[in-house]
């Protein structure tokens, strides 16, 4: 990586550092991702998640973040509050009544 690009891309983590957030944009949470490399917490998850099934966040943006996770990786809370997000996106059905479950031995 040459100066330049070691320049500019400490200039845009110093300047992400520096800027408030009062509300969380998918722009916010792919540069946390991508650029800094910081986990997310549980409710940035849950809220990228939500707005993603109500249709608010793009199909580009989704690909983006989960090429981000790809290459960055998840810690286990990252990854646990991804699957408590997902479970709460959609309808979970109760089977508790069935009387007849079949286990593997």
Same mark, same amino acid.
């Not at 089977?95 to 286990?103: E, L, M, P, R, T």
């Given at each position: ?6 320049? #500019?891309?400490?200039? #845009?983590?110093?300047?992400? #550092? ?10 916010? @949470?792919?540069?946390?991702? #991508? ?9 940035? @998850? ?15 943006? &989704?690909?983006?973040?989960? &090429? ?24 979970? &059905? ?11 031995v």
């Amino acid at each position: 990586m040459s100066d330049t690009q070691n320049f #500019r891309k400490s200039q #845009r983590k110093s300047q992400w #550092r520096e800027t408030k957030h009062d509300h969380l944009t998918p722009q916010y @949470i792919l540069a946390k991702k #991508r650029y800094n490399q910081e986990p997310h917490t549980p409710a940035e @998850i849950a809220w990228f998640i939500e707005k993603f099934t109500q249709g608010h966040v793009k199909d580009y943006q &989704m690909t983006a973040w989960l &090429m981000a996770i790809c290459l960055n990786g998840m810690n286990g809370v990252e990854t646990a509050a991804l699957c408590d997000a997902m479970v709460d996106s959609g309808e979970v &059905m109760d089977w508790s009544s069935c009387v007849h479950i079949c286990k593997d031995v």
